[in-house]
């Protein structure tokens, strides 16, 4: 049984919150929050104990340290908790500066700390299929990936201002599925960006509309699609060709059924966002962190490196899109 302590109790603490409630082989046992009505409220609903986050990187009853809090805080609470000799899953992105990550990572490396870091796609059962197939030689040799990811709508543009921007925010999902996918690095980063879907995104700095094209040293490429706005749902795509076909993982649906008429087809709306679409990608990431504290594996996938590596195809992309020339890595 692993003990674990959540801090942050936002829109995705409450997510693993309800995972790790729900899961025979963890228990929640405390949650913290800046806010502490927000983390008794979570509390009450699992039968969790409120905590300071200072109280969790210090209980002896806490085996895990499940890092849910705004990004700017997760560098500084990893280097805590693993010091503290806590395992720990933290979301993404693990920092918007590549030094703290790097610095942040030195610290995990000394304390030997179980790190997994919450690019929570790769659990998904179609995407992990897709990559399973590729490792597996269906496609032969990888010589294009594709990622398109669209929200349903637009985050409020106060989060914009503190999430640092669409592609260290959004699109760092894509990076490390592009890289999952690839199985190779990128060299080169392209990008454009505007701010087509909400004026104020573009006022606070930022876009909601970005396309990114990478390339590995061997020539093989990625492109990356991302919008604030799908007027359908949460539309979550990819589709990797290789030199002996392709393949690729469609949208999932609230349900199977379509009707037919002389109108043509007509399928149900696809899962509306991250809460529904990646319920079962959530529960498959805890399982492996889970498995791997318990077998005292200190570097599960996608570990602090994966998080570097995406962050530093973020930065490179955010100056990419800003300076309007492709970035060298
Ligand atoms: N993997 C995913 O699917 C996914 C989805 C959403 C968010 N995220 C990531 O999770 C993190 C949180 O995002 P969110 O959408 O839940 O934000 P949120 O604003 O909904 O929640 C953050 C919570 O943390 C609390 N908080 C603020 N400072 C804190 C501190 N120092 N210590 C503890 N708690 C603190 C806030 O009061 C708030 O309740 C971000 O890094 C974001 O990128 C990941």
């Excluded at 806010?35 to 409120?50: I, N």
């Excluded at 994966?306 to 992309?317: K, M, N, P, R, T």
Aim: hydrophobic share 40%.
């Amino acid at each position: 049984m692993i003990r674990f302590g959540v801090i942050g109790a936002g829109r995705i603490g409450k997510v693993h919150a309800k995972t790790i409630a729900a899961n025979p082989k963890a228990k929640l046992a405390y949650i913290a929050d800046a806010m502490p009505e927000a983390a008794q409220a979570l509390s009450d609903q699992y039968g969790a104990r409120v905590a300071t986050v200072e109280d969790i990187m210090k209980a002896k009853d806490v085996d895990a340290v499940l890092i849910g809090s705004p990004t700017g805080f997760h560098a500084e609470q990893i280097q805590t908790a693993s010091n503290a000799g806590k395992a720990i899953m933290c979301e993404k992105p693990v920092s918007l500066s590549v030094d703290l990550i790097t610095q942040t990572l030195k610290v995990v490396e000394k304390n030997k700390t179980t790190l997994m870091i919450g690019f929570n796609r790769r659990f998904d059962p179609n995407f992990a299929e897709v990559e399973r197939r590729i490792r597996n030689g269906d496609v032969g040799t990888v010589e294009m990936v594709t990622v398109i990811s669209r929200d349903p709508a637009p985050p409020p543009a106060q989060y914009v201002k503190g999430s640092g921007g669409i592609f260290a925010d959004m699109m760092i999902h894509d990076f490390d599925m592009a890289r999952f996918l690839m199985g190779e690095e990128f060299v080169v980063v392209q990008a454009l960006g505007a701010a087509l879907v909400d004026k104020e995104i573009g006022e606070a700095g930022d876009v909601d509309t970005a396309a990114v094209q990478m390339q590995t040293k061997s020539g093989k490429i990625a492109v990356i699609t991302n919008s604030r706005r799908a007027t359908y749902g949460y539309d979550q795509r990819m589709e990797v060709h290789g030199s002996k076909g392709m393949v690729h993982a469609k949208n999932v649906h609230n349900s199977t059924v379509e009707v037919l008429s002389d109108q043509g087809y007509r399928a149900d709306p696809i899962q509306n966002f991250f809460l529904e679409r990646y319920s079962v990608a959530y529960a498959n990431e805890l399982n492996a962190f889970i498995e791997a504290v318990e077998s005292g594996n200190h570097d599960p996938k996608p570990n602090g490196f994966d998080g570097l590596q995406a962050q530093i195809l973020a930065e490179a992309a955010t100056q990419s899109w800003k300076t309007g020339k492709p970035v060298a890595l």
